[in-house]
């Protein structure tokens, strides 16, 4: 069964301090992994999307990696400012299909 | 900002009304899916669509069907509503193959009582 397990489930840090959250899956055959942002209330917003040949992808603050050997990924955000504050879902596409399969989230709240 | 739009964006309906979840993309995407969100779970994929008058239940059981009759539009539908429909229910397309990006609607909460 395919599966996308996200640890911490929820954090807390001070606005301008970095953090990492982390994505491990077991997802098979692997296609590629995205990291989505959502507000409470709204749709997930896309971050980065990896397929198996990348390792590292830069959006702004986030930066994403994905080790396939190790089937985990980590989304790093630097300098966390207040909007940030949001659920932090990784998402596992296997195959050629588009059907995703969809982690938990990481509840992330930034505070001054 | 992604193209696609959902209404109502909130909804409180008693049980056993019939109801119909509206999503519309402007982006010309092929691809159209349902997730259904419970607070702090996971999205489940209830249906998709991988073009007109093509559909498909997803992983997630449900009670709803849908329609794909115009490329933009993927309406969704509860005959008969009850308390278990109660959650958040997200619209999403996407275009060409798995790698490409699903870009997401803001999502109706929907309350049965």
């Known amino acids: 069964k395919n599966q996308v397990e996200q640890s911490p489930q929820s954090l807390i840090i001070l606005e301008g301090k970095n953090c990492t959250l982390q994505c491990n899956y077991t997802v098979s055959p692997f296609s590629n992994l995205r990291w989505y942002k959502q507000d409470t209330g709204r749709g997930p917003v896309s971050l980065t999307i990896m397929t198996f040949s990348e390792n590292t992808k830069s959006n702004g603050r986030y930066t994403a990696t994905l080790d396939a050997d190790t089937k985990q990924s980590s989304l790093h955000i630097t300098a966390s400012q207040l909007s940030d504050s949001a659920s932090y879902i990784c998402v596992v596409s296997a195959g050629t299909a588009s059907k995703l399969t969809f982690g938990t989230g990481t509840r992330l709240q930034v505070t001054l | ?113």
């Open chain 2, 1 to 113: 900002e992604a193209d696609i739009y959902q209404t109502p964006r909130y909804l409180v309906i008693g049980t056993g009304k019939k109801i119909t979840l509206e999503c519309s993309q402007t982006m010309g995407h092929d691809k159209m899916y349902w997730y259904q969100q419970d607070p702090g779970m996971e999205l489940h994929l209830i249906h998709y669509s991988y073009g007109v008058n093509s559909t498909e239940k997803g992983d997630l059981s449900s009670e709803s069907t849908v329609s794909r009759i115009r490329t933009e539009h993927f309406p969704l539908t509860l005959e008969s509503a009850r308390p278990s429909h109660t959650s958040q229910y997200l619209c999403a397309s996407s275009h060409g193959p798995a790698t490409y990006e699903q870009y997401f609607g803001p999502g109706t909460r929907l309350t049965v009582t």
